[in-house]
Structures are given as C-alpha cells and as structure tokens.
C-alpha cells in the first residue's frame, strides 16, 4: 500500500496524465527502499527471537503477516496476533487490487479522451476539474464505472484496514518499543516510513507489554519505599508519624500586666493600722 501513497505524493508534483510514468517510477523506488529497511528488520528480529520461516519477511504480503509472527508476545484485544495479521494480509491484497484496477481504468480513460475539462475558481486560483464524457464508448464502460463507483468499495476496505493496521501494528510496537510505542504506531499510520521504524528496534528484545508495565511499578515502588525510608519518620500502629508534633514543655503562666500600674492602689489602705470602730467599743 505504501507504493500508492508514494505515486499519489508524486503525482501532486507533475501535470496529471502528462507524466504520470515518473510518479509510479519515483513511488516504486521510495517503496522499495523502505521495503528493504522493514524485511531486514523482521529478518532480524524473528532470528534472533527463534521464529521460523524468515524468508516470509522479503514477500509481499506474507511479511504483512510476519509482522503479526514478531510481534505475537503481545495480543490484540485478547485476540491472536497472528490470525489478526492475516486478516490484515488479506485485506492489504484486496487494496492493492483495486488500485490497480482503478488506476487501469483511469489510464485508459485518459488515453481515449474520455474527459472534459472545466475551469472554476477555487480561493482565487483557476482549477482545471476532468468530468467524465457521457457517450463513453462502450469497451470502456468497465472503466467509467470504476471511475465514478469504485472509490465507494475502497473507502470502507480502506477504513477497516487502518483499524486493524493500528491494533497489529501497536502490538509490534508494545513488544520492541514498549516506551514510544503508541508514538511509533501513530507516526507509522499517518507517513509511509514503517519499515524506517520498524529497523530502528530491530535490535530490541522482545517483551510482553503487561510484564513491562508491572516491572516498572516494582521499580516506581521501591524508589518511594527508600525515599520513606530515608526521609520520613517512623509511624505508629494506625500509619501516623507519632514524632511530628511531640509535645512541649509547660511553660510557667506570664503576667501580660507586669510593671503596670494598680488603678486601684490606695484604696482600703490604714496607714495608721487603727481600728476605726474603736469609738464604738467603749
């Protein structure tokens, strides 16, 4: 699928019909070289991981299917990565056969004359839009159909083979590029650069995704437990630092009023010391 996607690149470069020949011939040669990068990678991985038949990574199609072979110690939504991959094989095929035929189709329109051209301007700039002649002569029927309807079968078999690319795909990634997989998975869906991707881990040893996350929450758990062990107090029976707060020393109440003066000084003061009933006594 990634020669497509090459010839289309190339297409928006060149007059389209004129030299159509030197977008297929620039996408044959950009696949092919990102082809080479992910066989030898697959190569290697399945190598050094045991997995048999290796020659399936230099096929078309079938190393499709071995991605899912290297990438079956992860498993996509419960289901087997294998199986899944054959799916994703398949499908692949059924693409590629369209294509083909809509790209036929095209060709022989164009070589016929089988189009008018009309002008309309789109954002201020003049836009040259082919319509398809109504009296098409009647050998090229075939074609004109798949001109105007065959792009409604390939859009659905191309949605549902991005969906299951994305699960294999993400397994792959899980099992050789556990850290920046979901990275990896994205940026091999959105560009044509899998096989780039795909010899970049080629020499990472496989894992299981699941063993991956719970190794590193035993590590994220012992890096807290000697941080709490090196820097926190010790806890009683209920988890509570019992020296945070010790208690204090009672300190001697202070008189807030000391070295003020009585308002009342001077009252009920005798300062002869006598009795002022003593009058009365005798």
Do not use: H
Not at 26 to 37: K, Q
Not at 219 to 248: F, H, L, V
Request: aromatic fraction near 18%; charge should be negative; glycine fraction near 6%.
């Amino acid at each position: 699928m990634d020669f497509f996607e090459y010839a289309n690149l190339a297409q928006m470069f060149l007059d389209y019909g004129d030299n159509v020949w030197i977008a297929y011939l620039v996408g044959g040669l950009c696949f092919a070289v990102v082809f080479i990068f992910q066989a030898v990678a697959l190569y290697t991985i399945a190598g050094r991981e045991g997995y048999p038949n290796r020659w399936m990574a230099f096929v078309p199609f079938f190393n499709t299917y071995y991605i899912g072979v290297c990438a079956k110690k992860n498993r996509c939504f419960r289901l087997n990565t294998e199986m899944v991959s054959i799916v994703l094989a398949s499908l692949e095929f059924v693409l590629v056969i369209l294509n083909i035929i809509s790209y036929v189709s095209v060709e022989l329109l164009l070589a016929n004359n089988c189009f008018t051209y009309s002008t309309e301007v789109l954002y201020g700039i003049e836009v040259s839009r082919p319509e398809l002649i109504t009296n098409l002569p009647i050998r090229l029927g075939w074609a004109g159909w798949c001109y105007q309807y065959l792009s409604y079968i390939v859009t659905p078999v191309n949605l549902i083979f991005l969906f299951i690319k994305v699960m294999v795909l993400s397994c792959f990634f899980q099992t050789y590029a556990a850290r920046r997989y979901f990275l990896f998975t994205i940026t091999s869906v959105l560009f044509p650069i899998q096989g780039i991707l795909f010899f970049v881990v080629r020499n990472n040893r496989g894992m299981n995704y699941g063993e991956y996350i719970r190794r590193q929450q035993e590590i994220q758990y012992r890096i807290y437990s000697q941080y709490r062990q090196n820097y926190e107090p010790p806890r009683d029976d209920y988890n509570n630092p019992p020296y945070n707060n010790p208690p204090q020393p009672q300190q001697p109440p202070q008189d807030n009023n000391q070295g003020a003066s009585d308002p009342f000084e001077g009252l009920g003061e005798d300062k002869d010391n006598s009795d002022p009933f003593d009058e009365f006594k005798n």
